[in-house]
C-alpha cells in the first residue's frame, strides 16, 4: 500500500506536459524530395512527406513549446521553432519563418 501512496505522489509531483497542436507549411523547389518534422529533443522524425508543387504542410499535436525543426533532404540546412500553437510558415529556398514573434525571433540567430 506505501509503494502504491509513493507512486501516486510521485506522478502527481511531475509536471504534465500540455499538448498543443501544430500546423507547419512551407515551400521548397524540390519537387520529390523529403522534408522532416524533427523532434530536436530526441533528434527523431516526427513525420515526413515528399514535396508536390513545391509544398509541404505537417499537423499535429507535441508537447506545448517544444523545439521542434523542419529539414529538408539532401541539404544541411534546418531550421527550428518552439511549438507554441502559431501556424508556422517555412521557406526552405531562403531560409525564412513566418510565424510567432518568438519563433521569428528563434529564425534570426540561425541565420
Known amino acids: 500500500m506505501k509503494k502504491v501512496l509513493l507512486a501516486a505522489f510521485v506522478m502527481a509531483a511531475l509536471p504534465s506536459m500540455a499538448q498543443v497542436r501544430y500546423a507547419v507549411s512551407g515551400t521548397y523547389a524540390e519537387n520529390g524530395q523529403k522534408v522532416y518534422l524533427i523532434d530536436q529533443l530526441t533528434e527523431k522524425a516526427i513525420d515526413s ?5 513545391a509544398k509541404f504542410s505537417f499537423s499535429g499535436t507535441a508537447d506545448k513549446d517544444a523545439l521542434l525543426a ?33 519563433n521569428e525571433r528563434l529564425a534570426k540567430l540561425e541565420v
Open 49 to 53: 512527406m515528399v514535396v508536390a508543387d
Open 70 to 102: 523542419i529539414k529538408a533532404e539532401k541539404r544541411k540546412w534546418q531550421t527550428e521553432f518552439f511549438n507554441d500553437g502559431t501556424p508556422v510558415i517555412i521557406n526552405i529556398n531562403d531560409s525564412t519563418l513566418k510565424g510567432s514573434p518568438l
